[in-house]
């Protein structure tokens, strides 16, 4: 008899079943086990997360190093030359804060929990303590060998099944779920104000110097001054259409309780709605406040002293478990 590791390890190199059986689209949505939200981040809830994958970490350290760059740009090349101190004190407070913010908001996003589901507790004795009810239907992610709650998918670089998954995000190196969707969302959109901040300062800065002399407007000479407002002009206006657009989905996706990834899949219909004002708050951890924007506050989960332990056992064959009626 294989061990709960090895079998697990089995159906990731691919000897386990495909993940939509023949029976898997018949079967009544009623019928999903209704697990709750604190049985499923039981074991990794309180654990540091960071996800391993060379990709995503290259892309979030491009990320860093590009607010780094708009950071130096604004200090060095337009505000610190700059002969208005109220000008510069103004923009650099007000560009620095939404930078911290803008990274803070990346780092809770990339190494928050995105809502994952234990991995190896698809076993007979988890399903018993669940206590569901005869006719009932669980379903076994033949890939991490975890019972499936609604609306979970499994990611094939997490390599975990993520509740109310939206998509897996190189730039934060991570997925955007349930735990981490309000960093990913203040994230977008502190990028895109910074973006729309340091193209207002870097037109009004050419303006001044066209006017001016170019070797008193900057330090640096007048052709790397060109290039360096240039080069982040085009940061500039790139990340600003790409993180609006980022934010005004994940906000639609937020309002209409629908994620990406179940609108791409064409699971739309299948659970009731919540409404988007309500669907606003369970995001963004609580009724309307300053906190929604700050990166530092957390959603309201329970302490890992209140979290259930999940029992232990062998991990079951099928995907697709009936609950039987005796």
Same mark, same amino acid.
């Given at each position: 008899?294989?061990?709960?590791?090895?079998?697990?390890?089995?159906?990731?190199?691919?000897?386990?079943?495909?993940?939509?059986?023949?029976?898997?689209?018949?079967?009544?949505?009623?019928?999903?086990?209704?697990?709750?939200?604190?049985?499923?981040?039981?074991?990794?809830?309180?654990?540091?997360?960071?996800?391993?994958?060379?990709?995503?970490?290259?892309?979030?350290?491009?990320?860093?190093?590009?607010?780094?760059?708009?950071?130096?740009?604004?200090?060095?090349?337009?505000?610190?030359?700059?002969?208005?101190?109220?000008?510069?004190?103004?923009?650099?407070?007000?560009?620095?804060?939404?930078?911290?913010?803008?990274?803070?908001?990346?780092?809770?996003?990339?190494?928050?929990?995105?809502?994952? =589901?234990?991995?190896?507790?698809?076993?007979?004795?988890? *399903? &018993?303590? $669940?206590?569901?009810?005869? +006719?009932?239907? !669980?379903?076994?992610?033949?890939?991490?060998?975890?019972?499936?709650?609604?609306?979970?998918?499994?990611?094939?670089?997490?390599?975990?099944?993520?509740?109310?998954?939206?998509?897996?995000?190189?730039?934060?190196?991570?997925?955007?779920?349930?735990?981490?969707?309000?960093?990913?969302?203040?994230?977008?959109?502190?990028?895109?104000?910074?973006?729309?901040?340091?193209?207002?300062?870097?037109?009004?800065?050419?303006?001044?110097?066209?006017?001016?002399?170019?070797?008193?407007?900057?330090?640096?000479?007048?052709?790397?001054?060109?290039?360096?407002?240039?080069?982040?002009?085009?940061?500039?206006?790139?990340?600003?259409?790409?993180?609006?657009?980022?934010?005004?989905?994940? =906000?639609?996706?937020?309002?209409?309780?629908?994620?990406? *990834? &179940?609108? $791409?899949?064409?699971?739309? +219909?299948?659970? !009731?709605?919540?409404?988007?004002?309500?669907?606003?708050?369970?995001?963004?951890?609580?009724?309307?406040?300053?906190?929604?924007?700050?990166?530092?506050?957390?959603?309201?989960?329970?302490?890992?002293?209140?979290?259930?332990?999940?029992?232990?056992?062998?991990?079951?064959?099928?995907?697709?478990?009936?609950?039987?009626?005796?």
């Amino acid at each position: 008899m294989k061990s709960t590791i090895h079998r697990c390890r089995d159906v990731e190199h691919g000897r386990g079943q495909t993940e939509e059986g023949a029976g898997f689209n018949c079967l009544q949505t009623e019928q999903r086990i209704p697990i709750s939200k604190d049985v499923i981040t039981s074991s990794s809830a309180s654990a540091t997360w960071f996800i391993r994958d060379a990709c995503g970490i290259v892309c979030a350290v491009i990320t860093w190093l590009l607010v780094l760059y708009a950071e130096f740009v604004v200090l060095f090349v337009m505000l610190l030359p700059s002969k208005n101190l109220t000008y510069s004190i103004v923009n650099g407070t007000l560009f620095n804060t939404l930078a911290f913010l803008a990274l803070t908001s990346h780092l809770r996003a990339m190494c928050t929990d995105p809502g994952a =589901v234990p991995k190896g507790n698809a076993t007979k004795e988890y *399903i &018993e303590s $669940l206590q569901l009810k005869p +006719g009932q239907v !669980v379903y076994k992610c033949p890939k991490c060998c975890s019972i499936k709650p609604d609306r979970a998918h499994h990611c094939s670089v997490c390599k975990r099944c993520i509740r109310k998954m939206d998509h897996h995000c190189p730039w934060v190196n991570n997925c955007v779920g349930e735990n981490n969707q309000k960093y990913f969302v203040l994230f977008t959109m502190y990028i895109a104000l910074i973006s729309l901040h340091a193209l207002a300062m870097v037109v009004f800065h050419f303006l001044y110097c066209f006017e001016d002399d170019w070797t008193k407007c900057s330090s640096f000479s007048p052709p790397a001054t060109v290039i360096l407002l240039i080069l982040l002009c085009f940061e500039g206006l790139l990340f600003l259409i790409f993180t609006s657009v980022m934010f005004g989905t994940q =906000v639609h996706s937020i309002c209409t309780d629908e994620t990406g *990834i &179940e609108r $791409l899949k064409g699971e739309t +219909g299948k659970w !009731v709605k919540v409404p988007c004002w309500e669907a606003m708050q369970m995001a963004f951890g609580g009724p309307f406040s300053p906190s929604w924007c700050s990166p530092f506050t957390g959603l309201n989960h329970k302490s890992p002293s209140e979290h259930i332990t999940i029992p232990q056992g062998e991990i079951i064959e099928e995907d697709v478990i009936e609950i039987p009626l005796n």
